[in-house]
């Protein structure tokens, strides 16, 4: 993870942790709505659903080798989501919490891009509508 200044948004893009044709996946932090912080492998493209199918067949072993259970969520259009969520309720506004977050994010965070990065690469998309 690069040191970057902070989004005004909710979300903070870390890093492309792999793409293909019609699809890219990205490593991302966010604080969604009913203030949770999550760590998200993003899935966009007009094969992200292929992409996710793959994915969602190795959801046991995912899971395992991430250390706990994952939302595994479909999106608007192509989009989909596999996120981890801190426990707690998480306030982005309390410096208080930021040590907490930080540490949280720090240790999880590489485990997401360990786990998924190979597995990205060996996903197999056949011809997607659109093309690329």
């Keep these: 993870m ?18 293909g044709s019609g699809f890219s996946v990205d490593a ?4 969604a709505s009913g203030s949770k912080l999550r760590l ?15 994915l969602c067949e190795r959801k046991a072993e995912i899971e395992e080798l991430i250390g706990g259970e994952l939302s595994w969520e479909t999106l608007q259009g192509h989009e989909k989501r596999i996120a981890l969520y801190m426990p707690g309720i998480q306030n982005k506004e309390d410096k208080g919490q930021w040590a907490q977050q930080h540490e949280w994010l720090l240790a ?3 485990k997401m891009t360990e786990v998924f990065r190979p597995m990205i690469a060996q996903i197999s998309i056949g011809e997607t509508e659109g093309g690329d």
């Design 2 to 19: 690069a040191a970057r200044k902070p989004y005004k948004g909710n979300w903070q893009t870390g890093e492309r942790i792999g793409n």
């Design 28 to 31: 991302n932090a966010s604080f």
């Design 40 to 54: 998200e492998v993003y899935i966009s493209g007009v094969a992200a659903p292929q992409v996710f199918e793959q």
């Design 108 to 110: 999880n965070w590489p």
